[in-house]
């Protein structure tokens, strides 16, 4: 049996209790059983184990292996220089760890908000004495006194109430603050007037009340538990990541075993095979991508934020890029959420509030205007959005009316409307407004052209059928009736004040579309982004706003929250294939259901929420997205990214960054690895053509962690192209590092920036007098000057290709030479640092160069243009094969 369908004895007598309270005796002894009142971590992760985790992903392994074999290269062959390539990609690894783990850290704090939310202490009744505790030493059992202003510490059955309102909107959603009672009441418990919750708060009025459930055992504990133990995947980019080192690493390790075979068969030795092989793997290995993904991924992040859009998660950033579906709330995110009185009913006619030109007497302006808890106080009003609307209605057409309140039934959702009792200069009267449904009963009269009458069958069908064609416009539409009150009670009793009313008429209420959502929309169509509305409005607004902002064009399938609550997942799934569909009358709980049945279809999810019963659904959503100004502090913590200004448009603009982000990933990746091919060649040249080594292993560390790093950031900083949002989001099959961007980097790219760093070798060997076969010790100037050219060659090379690398299809000429002003800061300081390791002693030591001339430098710009051009001219070949296939 629930205890909302007990009575009160019988609640008190299943939780062996009594209005006195327990004895402290047998309080403790119920803390000692049932714990403390308090919000518990399923999973309690160490800050250092979760610190470590940064240091075992896959990438982060792949370095590791790096680092590895670069020591023991050094330990078998010292002199090269290896340790220090080890360090230094030790140090890569420490500083991705830190960097990351803070942002994971800020992202991970939804059970804290949990605990913020309950109060410190209670009042409580033990021993017939009232007492003050701690709120959590509150047991099952417990006495608790409620008044205005406290915030709930437990689930509770309510004993006793005094006009006591709850406002339950952070844990369901309902702005609007609920009357309590304390009758026993069937259903569930969330929906039962006479249980109060954990972490509410009473908004007016008082009560005494029975906890029956504390900690985790409450609705709050529930969430948290279901927060907690929903199971995060891998976001898109980080699962494109993992493939790709795996590539990577199946690359290098292959090229590894591959020329230790092959050292074998042209005579070698085992130990000049072994530390030959280790080289040439270290030098496949692209020890800049990590840092390189991290830093683009936090400066769309930023950009995002720029556009109102933070981003808790770096991945995330990446994640919006994917999103195939959005479901979305409609108040606040579509609408402006703010209330404005459009039309009215009455007297038979619907007329627009702006013409509508009222007498001092009139009856419907009246009750709009009295039956009200808005205020209009410093020059502005103040209250909820519904009631200042009306306010201002009432002020707008009749002034400032006054009038004694005498009584009040506060709005409650069960009864859908609310009644005050008005003492004014003629008299007394009720007022009373709410929902169609809710007042037409309660009407036996009808006020027509100032006149009462009768209320008969052919005025309910005209007040319905006003009522739909105010809601097909897409507003709130609300119900007012009156009466002179003349009976004479001390307390009045609500089913005979609002009996026999007198029905006024309708006023809609209009929440006005934000004015850039339908262009949002219109983008969504075209990027082949699906947009669901979930809503707790009726289907008639909801439809009436979704036609309006260009949300559904057919006819689309509504689903409302009774009928949803009743669909098997079966049906649901019908539902959900169709082209158009809404959710109306829907509650935050039932958002995880919709999420989790459009993620097993294989949709990406991105789903909007703002109160505490959202939590799961932001949790378990590919990307949950949090109202930044209407939001709690739980849904905030919950959600991977937060809309600082609530506007669908803003959700739009972050996918399209998004999308952004994933192929200026694969930009720098292009970049990144084509300078793989001229680090590997030198080695491949070495004991193919048993020639000195043209390049050592802190030359290429310069390249991996020095040169490269601001140019491929720059190709990060690329902005989105009209293209990007006249795209279907990518298939799940789609991989970041696929074979056009290997044969692209590996195969082209490559191969020329290779030829470049020979002919630099060679250029300054002959150059020299060096004659084929002559052996040069490690410090000659010459050889010295060699391998410094044949690094100059592949810095000069990159230039080329930072520029090839801004599209793989678009040429350099469409996207606008100058409109990434990044890449010459990054070329800028690519070419500071090259000069500083070529003319500077500290760099000619570290990394055993020596200065060249300018000719030297001359010889090695045309590789860039080759590049460059011949970059262009491939782009241009593969787009007439794709205008003109059969040719």
């Known amino acids: 049996m629930k205890i909302n369908s007990l009575s009160k004895e019988d609640a008190l007598r299943a939780l062996v209790s009594s209005e006195n309270g327990l004895s402290e005796e047998e309080a403790a002894k119920r803390l000692s059983e049932s714990g403390f009142n308090e919000i518990r971590e399923v999973r309690k992760t160490s800050l250092l184990i979760r610190f470590l985790r940064q240091f075992t992903h896959f990438l982060a392994l792949l370095l590791w292996v790096g680092a590895g074999l670069a020591f023991l290269s050094d330990a078998l062959n010292p002199g090269e220089d290896m340790a220090t390539l080890g360090f230094a990609i030790v140090g890569v690894i420490f500083i991705n760890a830190v960097f990351t783990y803070i942002q994971e850290y800020r992202a991970e704090k939804a059970l804290e908000a949990l605990k913020k939310l309950l109060p410190f202490y209670v009042r409580v009744v033990r021993e017939g004495k009232e007492s003050q505790i701690p709120s959590r030493e509150v047991v099952p059992g417990d006495i608790i006194l409620l008044s205005e202003g406290d915030r709930i510490p437990a689930d509770a059955r309510l004993l006793d109430v005094s006009m ?16 309590r009672n304390a009758l026993p009441a069937d259903g569930e418990l969330l929906e039962s007037p006479n249980i109060v919750f954990a972490g509410t708060s009473v908004t007016s009025g008082s009560g005494k009340a029975l906890v029956f459930a504390t900690g985790m055992g409450t609705e709050f504990g529930r969430i948290a538990h279901l927060t907690s133990t929903v199971q995060e995947d891998l976001s898109p980019l980080q699962k494109e990541i993992v493939k790709a080192t795996r590539v990577v690493a199946t690359i290098a390790a292959l090229v590894g075993v591959f020329f230790f075979v092959l050292g074998f068969v042209i005579g070698r030795s085992f130990w000049s095979n072994f530390i030959f092989a280790i080289g040439i793997t270290v030098a496949l290995i692209p020890e800049g991508l990590l840092p390189t993904v991290t830093l683009s991924l936090a400066m769309a992040s930023q950009r995002m934020a720029k556009r109102k859009a933070l981003i808790k998660n770096l991945s995330s950033a990446e994640t919006l890029g994917c999103v195939t579906v959005v479901c979305t709330d409609k108040t606040g995110t579509l609408t402006q959420n703010s209330m404005t009185a459009s039309a009215l009913w009455k007297d038979d006619r619907i007329l627009a509030a702006e013409d509508f030109r009222a007498q001092v007497d009139d009856r419907l302006l009246q009750t709009a205007f009295f039956c009200n808890n808005a205020r209009f106080t410093d020059n502005e009003y103040k209250g909820d959005p519904t009631e200042t609307a009306l306010l201002r209605l009432g002020r707008e057409r009749l002034g400032d009316l006054s009038a004694e309140r005498i009584f009040e039934i506060p709005f409650d959702s069960d009864r859908k409307r609310m009644t005050t009792l008005n003492r004014t200069g003629d008299g007394e009267y ?8 809710s007042i037409l009963p309660l009407c036996s009269r009808l006020l027509r052209n100032g006149i009462e009458r009768e209320v008969d069958e052919s005025f309910r069908e005209e007040a319905l059928t006003a009522y739909n064609q105010l809601m097909d416009r897409g507003l709130r539409v609300l119900a007012f009736a009156y009466k002179k009150h003349g009976g004479s009670f001390l307390i009045p009793d609500s089913s005979s004040l609002e009996a026999d009313l007198v029905f006024a008429g309708l006023i809609g209420l209009e929440d006005p579309p934000r004015p850039e959502v339908p262009e949002a929309i219109r983008k969504c169509h075209d990027a082949g982004i699906r947009v669901i509305m979930i809503t707790g409005d009726g289907s008639r607004t909801a439809v009436a706003i979704a036609r309006e902002i260009g949300l559904v064009r057919g006819e689309p399938v509504v689903v409302e929250g009774p009928e949803f609550v009743k669909m098997e997942d079966r049906e649901l799934r019908e539902k959900l294939s169709a082209k158009e569909i809404i959710f109306a009358r829907m509650t935050p709980k039932h958002k995880m259901r919709v999420v989790s049945i459009l993620q097993e279809e294989g949709e990406w999810v991105a789903v909007t929420g703002d109160g505490v019963n959202d939590a799961p659904a932001l949790k378990k959503a590919d990307i949950g997205i949090s109202m930044g100004i209407s939001g709690t502090d739980v849904a905030k913590e919950a959600s991977d990214m937060i809309l600082l200004d609530d506007n669908f448009a803003t959700i739009v603009n972050a996918v399209e960054e998004g999308r952004a982000v994933y192929e200026n990933i694969r930009k720098f990746i292009t970049y990144i690895f084509a300078s793989n091919i001229p680090e590997a060649v030198p080695y491949l040249a070495y004991i193919l053509l048993r020639i000195p080594l043209p390049l050592t292993i802190m030359q290429i560390l310069a390249v991996d962690l020095g040169t490269d790093m601001l140019p491929a950031l720059a190709l990060g900083a690329e902005k989105p192209t009209p293209a990007v949002m006249k795209q279907p989001p990518r298939s799940r099959k789609e991989r970041l590092l696929n074979l056009s961007v290997l044969f692209r980097a590996y195969l082209f790219l490559g191969p020329i920036e290779a030829a470049a760093c020979m002919f630099g070798f060679f250029y300054v060997l002959y150059g020299g007098g060096w004659s084929w076969g002559t052996a040069l010790p490690q410090n000659d100037v010459l050889y010295l000057q060699a391998t410094t050219a044949c690094l100059t060659a592949i810095i000069i090379s990159q230039i080329g290709n930072v520029f090839a690398c801004r599209s793989a299809a678009e040429s350099v000429r469409s996207l606008g030479f100058f409109s990434n002003g990044f890449i010459f800061i990054g070329i800028a300081f690519e070419l500071c640092l090259q000069l500083f390791i070529v003319y500077s002693p500290f760099g000619n030591r570290i990394f055993s160069t020596h200065p060249l001339s300018p000719a ?28 003109n296939p059969a040719s």
């Not at 006591?164 to 009357?179: F, M, P, Q």
């Not at 430098?857 to 205008?883: C, D, Q, S, V």
């Open 430 to 437: 009720v007022y009373t407004k709410g929902a169609m449904e």
């Open 164 to 179: 006591l309102k709850v406002n339950n909107a952070s844990l369901t959603g309902e702005s609007e603050a609920s009357l």
């Open 856 to 883: 030297t430098w001359l010889a090695l710009i045309p590789f860039a243009l080759l590049l460059l051009f011949g970059e262009e001219a491939r782009k241009l070949l593969a787009h007439r094969l794709r205008r």
